[in-house]
T-cell receptor
Framework: DVKVTQSSRYLVKRTGEKVFLECVQD?????MFWYRQDPGLGLRLIYF???????EKGDIPEGYSVSREKKERFSLILESASTNQTSMYLC??????????FGSGTRLTVV | SQKIEQNSEALNIQEGKTATLTCNYT??????LQWYRQDPGRGPVFLLL?????KEKRKERLKVTFDTTLKQSLFHITASQPADSATYLC????????????FGSGTRLSIRP
């Protein structure tokens, strides 16, 4: 069964901390994505990667960075966590023009 | 920029009936539309992709249509069951980049026994 695995289901971090969210896929997909999902705002794309070491900003990249050193792993970094980054974070992967496979999500709370 | 709208925030229907969810898009027709199911606290699960040149696609009790004249996709669940209760999302490619998609806000479907 194909999988996208997010390292943590729940995280609580303090304001100002540097936060790493890890995502691993086992499907050899070229494309990987990070979304956040908030009530009333839906799914919003933070960053997108279409190949190793390649990245593209999504709709809300401010306050985030990403790293893709290996094809199967895509990391989201919150450089200095703030309370407005409290959210559900979802990683996904896909082939070109195909459906996305999502991870189970990481619910991040910044206090 | 392209938009995608799911007009119904919530839909409640009786078990056994057909549920029909609507997704409308703006501007040019996308190369394809996708439908996902999302349960509370979980990531979306991909259900179906329908391409611009396909009028209809089926998968078990699911049927999706793509009407480029109306700029609309309909998602049907026949013989609905309480286990079908979830939020359903439609999605389209964002602008010319076919790999990035944008999601509608979702329709929360409740099937009552």
């Amino acid at each position: 069964d194909v999988k996208v695995t997010q390292s943590s289901r729940y995280l609580v971090k303090r304001t100002g901390e540097k936060v790493f969210l890890e995502c691993v896929q086992d499907m050899d997909h070229e494309n990987m994505f990070w979304y956040r999902q908030d009530p009333g705002l839906g799914l919003r794309l933070i960053y997108f990667s279409y190949d190793v070491k390649m990245k593209e900003k999504g709709d809300i990249p401010e306050g985030y960075s990403v790293s893709r050193e290996k094809k199967e792993r895509f990391s989201l970094i919150l450089e200095s966590a703030s309370t407005n980054q409290t959210s559900m974070y979802l990683c996904a992967s896909s082939l070109q023009n195909s459906g996305y496979t999502f991870g189970s999500g990481t619910r991040l709370t910044v206090v | 920029s392209q938009k995608i709208e799911q007009n119904s925030e919530a839909l409640n229907i009786q078990e056994g009936k057909t549920a029909t969810l609507t997704c409308n898009y703006t501007n040019y027709s996308p190369a394809y539309l996708q439908w996902y199911r999302q349960d509370p606290g979980r990531g979306p699960v991909f259900l179906l992709l329908i391409r611009e040149n396909e009028k209809e696609k089926r998968k078990e009790r699911l049927k999706v249509t793509f009407d480029t004249t109306l700029k609309q996709s309909l998602f049907h669940i026949t013989a609905s069951q309480p286990a079908d209760s979830a939020t359903y999302l439609c999605a389209r490619p964002k602008n010319s980049s076919a790999s990035k998609i944008i999601f509608g806000s979702g329709t929360r479907l409740s099937i009552r026994p």
